[in-house]
Each structure stands twice: as C-alpha cells, then as structure tokens.
C-alpha cells in the first residue's frame, strides 16, 4: 500500500533538522501525549476492574447469593426447607445462620461487632475464611470458641487462646430492669480476608453457641443460598417460595449490594470519558505539528510533485509521519499500562515507603490491597481507540499538504 520511497520521506520528516527542531519538540510531545492517555486508561479501567471482582469475591464470599427470611423475626424448621432448596438446579450449598449484632471487649478495650452462627462444617466450607485463616487453627473451633477478623482482634488486644466477652444489645429482663447479656469466648483463630469492614468487625461462632446466646432454640436468622452462577441467582430465588406454605422473603445479591456495583460502574464510566480527553488534546497535538510540517515544507512538496510524485504520494507521506507518531504512542502506552498494572501493588508500596504517606487507606476503600485485573477486551478497545483518533489528526494535514500548488509554493520562496 505504501512504497519504499513514500515511507523514506515520511521518516526523513520526523527526523527534523536544526530549524525544524520546535516542530519535532511539539511532535513528540503529541507521542508522549498519547502514551500517557493510553496507558492511564487501562491502568485506571484496570483498577475498577479489580475493584469490582474483589468486591463480588470477597462479599460473595461471605454472604452468598440468595439471602431466605422468613416474614416473622426467625426462621424454624429450617432444615427441611434447606433439602428442598438445595434440590433446586443450579444450587451449590444452603447454610443456615444467625446474625446479630454486639460489643466486643477485652482487655478493657470495646469494639462492635457482628456475629456470624455457622455450623462448623459451613464455615470450613467456605473457603475465602478457611484458606485465609492467619493465626490458630478451626480445629479447636467448637461451641465454647470464637473467630474473628486480624483488624479486629488487633483493636481489642487479644490472641489465641485469650477470652473475649461478647455484650448482646438484647438483654436479659429480671425485676430490677433489662441487664445485658454477656459471656465470655475464647478465641480459637483469626482472619484476614482482605476487605476491611470484615477483617474488623465480623465474629463467627457455632450455629449451636449462636442459638444459646441469642436465645433462639431451634430456629435461625436466615438461610444462605449459594448458586453455580451467579448471575442468576434472581431467576433461581423465584422458585424458592412455592417450596413451603410459609411466607418468605428472599434478597438476592445484586440488590443487597447494588450501591456498591452502581457506583463502581459510574465511575468507570466517567473516568473513561474524562481520560479520553487525553488521547484527544494529544491528537490535536499532532494536528498543529502537522500543519506546521506542512506549511515549513512547502517547497520540497512542490519539488517532489514537478519531479512527478502525484497528490496521493504526497497525501501518503504526509499521513505516514503522523501515524507514525500515533502509532508508537499507542502502543507505548500499551506497554507501559499493561506493565504498570501488573506492579502496581509494587510500585504503591515503593511510593508509601518513599513519602511516608499512605496511599491506600483500607477504612476508606474497603481492600488492604489496590486490586487490577486486566479486561483484554477493554484494553483492545483503548489501543484502537487511540490509533483510530491518531490516523484521523493526520488526514487534514495530509490532506492540505497534497493540495499544495507547486508554481504558487515555488514563486514564493
């Protein structure tokens, strides 16, 4: 498409001389320009990624995808309704369990708390808590024994092996008026599962110690239901309620956690429109270093077209010197956000450690650690985004360069 000579030209006037030499800074600064547009467009669409899977894993993880209520405060008779669930296709596991909420104290420290009551075997199940245990073990994890969050545990001073007293808002009613009920644990592992509203604010504890404590014998709070796919989890909790004449609530995921999702996807909307800003000022850019090639190199167009060179020749050199410049752009930042992301845990600490400032802070954003996950399809998209806009800066220059007029360019000079 391109002959040997058109691509000599067109590399010749990237290479300027000593005269051209602002033409060639404003050149290169159009190069940088889109490297840096694209690479903060993956590294930034990178990161909301990883925002968003390691929220789905980590509270997915921990609640599943169908939450079952019953219409009165507890839920009875639970484990009947629990096999006819787990019947249902495309369901993987049915837990029941006891939510409530407490203060947490030891070592005259306080902190609230959630519990959690699983059944033992539930809970080694689950693997994002038992693949993620720090300190102590879940065999010693029994009716007597509690497991906590590493934050949360730091906050009360405690280890393994230490008491901690759980202090329920729902009292014990005596003659003398409504006393707390408090009873003491002992702390049979720690947790650390990377999102910081668990790893300092959840307890579990037995599905049995849970009915004692907060006096529900024979009933639960709810049941957990978690699904192969998740995605369709809403179709599968329709089919729930025809299961039993109880009347029954049921949340799936997406509506429990909608906030979370909604937000992350405006804002990936939103920094993708705003960073596209970049690659477009950087492709204007190239539109002034163009023109300005263009109108300094006037007479040499209009030697090559009396020496025969056609419009379209000189329309193709032209627009070879500018896509160059896209080109190579593009996928320097290709290169350079595909390599940033795939460090930038690495490079976040470097620059904590270099400023003494915390970059990362996991009370605000939920994550101990920045997450990114590279979409392929995404990155494709902002490499051809950037080539396109980048071919589309040079047609007008190019363009304007062919109709030069070679009597009229050489009169003048």
């Known amino acids: 498409m391109f002959s040997v000579f ?11 001389r000593r005269q051209e030499g602002f033409i060639s800074v404003i050149a290169w600064f159009s190069l940088l320009g889109i490297a840096l547009g694209v690479a903060t467009l993956i590294i930034v669409m990178s990161v909301m990624n990883g925002f968003r899977e390691e929220l789905m894993t980590r509270i997915l993880g921990i609640n599943g995808h169908l939450s079952i209520y019953a219409q009165s405060e507890n839920m009875t008779d639970f484990d009947n309704l629990a096999k006819k669930i787990s019947g249902l296709e495309g369901v993987v596991d049915v837990s029941p369990i006891i939510n ?3 203060m947490a104290t030891a070592k005259k420290r306080a902190s609230g708390a959630v519990i959690r009551g699983f059944r033992k075997e539930d809970l080694v199940a689950r693997s ?8 102590g073990t879940l065999d010693h994890f029994d009716d007597n024994s509690v497991i906590m969050g590493t934050r949360l545990a730091r906050k ?7 008491d901690v007293t759980l202090i ?14 408090m009873r003491k644990y002992k702390l049979a592992a720690t947790f650390e599962i990377g999102m ?12 049995q110690a849970a009915q004692v404590y907060f006096k529900m014998p024979k009933a639960v709070s709810n049941l957990e239901v978690s699904v192969v796919h998740p995605d369709k989890a809403l179709a599968i909790g329709k089919n729930i309620p025809p299961l039993t004449d109880r009347p029954l609530r049921v949340h799936d995921w997406q509506r429990a956690n909608a906030s979370f999702f909604n937000a992350i996807q405006v804002e990936r909307n939103v920094m993708f429109l705003i960073l596209t800003l970049i690659i477009v000022v950087a492709a204007f850019n190239i539109v002034s270093s163009m023109i300005m090639l263009v109108k300094d190199k006037g007479k040499d167009i209009a030697i090559l ?8 020749t000189i329309m193709r050199i032209f627009f070879l010197s500018g896509a160059s410049v896209g080109i190579i752009g593009t996928f320097g930042g290709f290169a350079m956000g595909i390599a940033f992301t795939h460090n930038i845990e690495n490079i976040r600490q470097w620059i904590q450690s270099l400023t003494g400032t915390e970059l990362f802070a996991a009370e605000i954003y939920f994550l101990s650690q920045l997450p990114a996950v590279v979409d392929p399809a995404e990155v494709i998209a902002v490499v051809l985004m950037g080539l396109g806009l980048s071919f589309l800066a040079t047609l007008y220059p190019s363009w304007r360069a ?12």
Not at 156 to 162: A, D, F, K, S
């Open 196 to 207: 910081y509203e668990y790893d300092s604010g959840f307890i579990f504890m037995t599905l």
């Open 6 to 16: 058109e691509w000599m030209m067109a590399m010749r006037y990237l290479r300027a």
């Open 305 to 312: 077209r009396t020496m025969g060179a056609s419009r379209a």
């Open 168 to 181: 329920s808002p729902k009292g014990n009613i005596t003659a003398f008026g409504v006393i707390p009920r």
């Open 128 to 135: 994002i808590v038992a693949e993620n245990i720090q300190d």
């Open 100 to 102: 409530g909420q407490v």
């Open 402 to 413: 062919a109709r030069i007029d070679p009597a009229k360019a050489l009169r003048y000079e």
């Open 156 to 162: 009360l001073g405690v280890g393994i092996g230490h």
